[in-house]
């Protein structure tokens, strides 16, 4: 299998532009994670679904932020307006949970690193 | 609300060391552990998971190990190579998300 594939790699934008982050999740998989990464706040979960429904998205900064899974192979972050604080590596995962176990081992992408200027 | 600490934030060893990363959360209540290594400018790879049924994992030179009723795991990493240098996390899992520790920076000096 491929892996967590995440597009794009880097993001250079100037504040107030829209940004859309995408994933396609590992074939099978029916947990998908949204992660932000910054050297201040370490890893944070912004979001979660499960068979495509979002399931969690207590993590989200704001209503600038929105995500969706339209089918089981992909979902996007989008962020509108961005701001320079937006700046940071967004990580996307999958897992898959087999059976009584509540969480599956999780699998990382190699991340969007954003720059809002 | 789960809070996962690691320490050291830093560790500078001389090639060949033994030595021992550090976990603790403070939800006893959890599923699994996960320990993952993160390379400068890289996505998180995998390293070992742990059940909550488990006390430990190995592979290769890598030793996870669980204790659930004092909320610790330790990662131990023997004979340590230039390679490992990189940033190790450990995030364990409650139901269906996990949350991350802020991780410890390795260096391992030739």
């Known amino acids: 299998d491929a892996g967590v594939i995440q597009s794009p790699r880097h993001e250079v934008t100037e504040m107030g532009q829209e940004v859309t982050l995408r994933c396609k999740p590992i074939s099978g998989h029916d947990y998908l994670f949204w992660y932000r990464q910054t050297m201040m706040r370490g890893l944070e979960l912004l979001i979660y679904f499960n068979n495509n429904v979002p399931i969690d998205d207590s993590g989200m900064p704001e209503d600038r932020f929105s995500a969706k899974m339209p089918n089981a192979s992909f979902s996007t972050l989008k962020i509108q307006p961005s701001e320079p604080r937006d700046s940071a590596v967004y990580f996307c995962?999958?897992?898959?949970?087999?059976?009584?176990?509540?969480?599956?081992?999780?699998?990382f992408g190699e991340g969007s690193r954003l720059t809002v200027l | 609300k789960q809070e996962v600490t690691q320490i050291p934030a830093a560790l500078s060893v001389p090639e060949g060391e033994n030595l021992v990363l550090n976990c603790s959360f403070t939800d006893s209540a959890i599923y699994n552990l996960q320990w993952f290594r993160q390379d400068p400018g890289k996505g998180l790879t995998s390293l070992l998971l742990?059940?909550?049924?488990?006390r430990e994992q190995t592979s290769g030179r890598l030793n996870a190990s669980l204790d659930k009723s004092s909320g610790r795991s330790t990662l131990y990493i023997a004979a340590s190579q230039p390679g490992d240098s990189a940033t190790y996390l450990c995030?364990?899992?409650?139901?269906?998300?996990?949350?991350f520790g802020t991780g410890t920076r390795l260096k391992v000096l030739a």
């Open positions: 995962a999958s897992s898959f949970v087999e059976g009584l176990d509540r969480t599956g081992e999780l699998f």
């Open positions: 995030a364990v899992a409650g139901t269906y998300k996990y949350i």
């Open positions: 742990i059940q909550s049924s488990q």
